[in-house]
């Protein structure tokens, strides 16, 4: 699936966001136009993809943002919207005009939502969150990003009862970005994180909530008894990392939001989706050749080599090139510097 | 030489006077459509389509499914809002329609490609005003495609129409070219083209006049007008592009800086979309 960034704008400052760099990167105005939509929906098309995710910073800022989904449904697209749900009301009558006669199967909001306790929004926040997902909720799954060991999955599924929201939870794994300060779950706490969501378990089964987990979850963290709760759930888990094929507004690409300013190319040098994934994959093996994962255990790791488990994010690996400087190849540390992500 | 085809408003009296020739019928909202097709058919002539000038956004016109077997072509000053439209693009795919849109402003590019891409028909409006970088852009989309889409006039045509041993002309796409079609007002003046009834310039009191149209003073006049170019040594009949433009923006004074330049792109994408086609009928494995 690729992702498409509508805007570089957000009206959030969440203090985990792996997208920040990204964003203060890029001029404030930057919306993608409708002739790169048209372009990056023929080049997915050709390509064999059927399934987009649109994002920002905020993608619903675009003025045209449902035009755009509009446009990617009668494309043929499932399309998938990543928000944080604090929309004006004019933007939100927009999508309740012409948003809610759309198929739930086709198009899905992934409302990220923060802890009202543990990262407070303002009334006027919490106001525009509640609204949108009193019209858009059976169109919208809650995400929710632990950045902090003691997280808490409550109020999520209060949401969804509350808000009769798809009964799907998305379980993001907040990593660092290399050469910044984000709030983030350092490796030697992962265990400690599988474990509290687990607790939640009652919760899931009473409410029929599946979890989901995004991208960068090592699997050995994992017992096999949490392990067959998560795959009775969702069948077959991945374990790996990316890359997700960001596209940003200027259509240039990369591999995911940490790793924006690593090696970023134009969407116009490529042929097809599968010519942008051999070149992203191509960063991958450079640095997992010199790291294999974040665990030293990670080295001869029979699911790594299987491709079961990526051996955490590739943007710890990065993270551990940045912060701890050993040995590395010429050409990556070449790459880092270029990039202002060298310690 | 066939008789042209004739673009008249839609009036049953003037239907009458004129038979068995194809009409283009006029009208001015989508909700007469039926009416006007049905006056010609009436009228012992033969439809070929008729024309909507329609002063509302395409997205802002209810079009009915009883219309959707109707030859339709609506010229609108522009495509609205892609939200407005969505709804009715299963329809206005299934119907048997070309959307022509003013080549400015700058937008309605940008309406054609979307159109285009979503199955819709289209023609661009082109004058001496357009942006011709971004015509240079929708154009290469329009020809070089990556996924398949609907045409979008006049640079489909061209692009299948073009050999480079000949001159191409194709106003008749946009109605305008007299050996093609012949412009009637209410009373059945005759005009050359659009922009000439509009300016009530009149070449004949009635369509009778002109039995044999290569015969007919103003028509032949017309059609071997592009000769003057020459003889007049225009900047025109020197530049690369006058094979498929025929000097048809030299009014508009637009010159090198434009037309000439989206003129020799547009040969240039001609040849490439030429090339591709002679590669892929050229490559056929044996067959059993």
Redesign the interface.
């Known amino acids: 699936m690729a992702n498409i960034l509508l805007t570089t704008k957000c009206n959030r400052a969440c203090p985990y966001c792996f997208a920040r760099q990204e964003m203060s990167d890029s001029p404030s105005d930057s919306l993608l136009s409708w002739e790169n939509l048209i372009y990056i929906a023929d080049f997915l098309q050709a390509s064999g993809e059927r399934q987009v995710s649109l994002l920002g910073g905020e993608p619903t800022l675009h003025p045209e943002c449902v035009d755009f989904i509009l446009y990617l449904l009668d494309r043929n697209f499932q399309v998938m919207v990543f928000t944080n749900g604090m929309l004006d009301p004019a933007r939100l009558e927009e999508l309740k005009g012409h948003l809610t006669e759309v198929n739930p199967e086709r198009l899905t909001f992934t409302c990220n939502l923060n802890d009202p306790e543990q990262t407070p929004a303002s009334a006027e926040e919490t106001t525009k969150i509640h609204n949108f997902l009193s019209v858009m909720g059976p169109w919208t799954m809650p995400g929710f990003n632990i950045y902090r060991l003691d997280f808490r999955l409550d109020f999520l599924f209060d949401a969804i009862n509350r808000y009769g929201m798809k009964r799907h939870v998305r379980l993001g794994i907040c990593h660092p970005v290399p050469g910044q300060r984000t709030g983030f779950i350092r490796m030697e706490d992962m265990r400690q994180v599988v474990q509290r969501i687990y607790a939640y378990r009652p919760q899931f089964d009473a409410l029929r909530v599946s979890p989901g987990l995004d991208c960068g979850f090592p699997l050995c963290q994992f017992s096999d008894e949490e392990l067959g709760w998560l795959h009775r759930h969702r069948g077959l888990i991945q374990f790996g990392c990316g890359p997700a094929v960001d596209i940003a507004p200027d259509m240039n690409v990369y591999y995911c939001f940490p790793l924006s300013r690593y090696r970023r190319k134009s969407l116009f040098e490529f042929d097809s989706l599968a010519q942008v994934d051999d070149h992203l994959l191509k960063i991958r093996h450079e640095f997992k050749a010199e790291i294999p994962g974040v665990y030293d255990d990670c080295d001869g790791c029979r699911h790594l080599e299987d491709g079961l488990c990526a051996g955490g994010g590739l943007c710890r690996v990065v993270n551990l090139f940045v912060d701890e400087a050993p040995i590395r190849l010429p050409e990556i540390e070449h790459e880092l510097a270029k990039n202002r992500l060298s310690s | 030489m066939s008789l042209p085809r004739i673009v008249c408003p839609h009036n049953r009296d003037l239907l009458q006077t004129f038979r068995d020739r194809t009409v283009a019928v006029r009208v001015k909202g989508l909700e007469t459509a039926a009416a006007a097709a049905a006056d010609v058919w009436e009228s012992d002539n033969h439809l070929l389509c008729v024309i909507i000038e329609s002063g509302s956004p395409l997205a802002d016109l209810d079009f009915r499914e009883e219309q959707k077997d109707l030859p339709l072509a609506l010229m609108a000053p522009s495509c609205g809002?892609?939200?407005h439209l969505?709804r009715r693009?299963d329809l206005l795919r299934r119907c048997n329609l070309r959307v022509y849109l003013p080549g400015s402003p700058p937008e309605n590019l940008?309406s054609l490609?979307?159109l285009s891409?979503?199955g819709i028909y289209t023609g661009a409006m082109i004058d001496g005003g357009v942006d011709w970088d971004a015509l240079g852009?929708l154009m290469t989309?329009a020809v070089l495609?990556?996924?398949p889409h609907a045409a979008i006039e006049p640079f489909a045509f061209i692009a299948s129409h073009y050999d480079p041993s000949s001159y191409l002309d194709w106003g008749g796409l946009f109605f305008d070219n007299p050996e093609n079609y012949l412009h009637l007002d209410e009373e059945g003046r005759v005009a050359l083209s659009a922009a000439e009834l509009r300016e009530q310039r009149f070449v004949a009191p009635s369509i009778s006049e002109i039995a044999a149209p290569q015969e007919f003073p103003a028509i032949r006049e017309r059609l071997q007008a592009w000769r003057q170019y020459f003889v007049e040594n225009h900047p025109c009949a020197s530049c690369g592009g006058w094979k498929i433009c025929l000097g048809k923006f030299a009014a508009s004074g637009s010159g090198s800086q434009g037309c000439a330049g989206f003129f020799l792109e547009m040969l240039e994408v001609a040849r490439q979309f030429k090339d591709r086609q002679i590669q892929a009928e050229g490559f056929q494995i044996w067959q059993p």
């Open positions: 809002k892609f939200r969505a693009l940008v490609r979307i891409s979503v852009d989309y495609e990556r996924v």
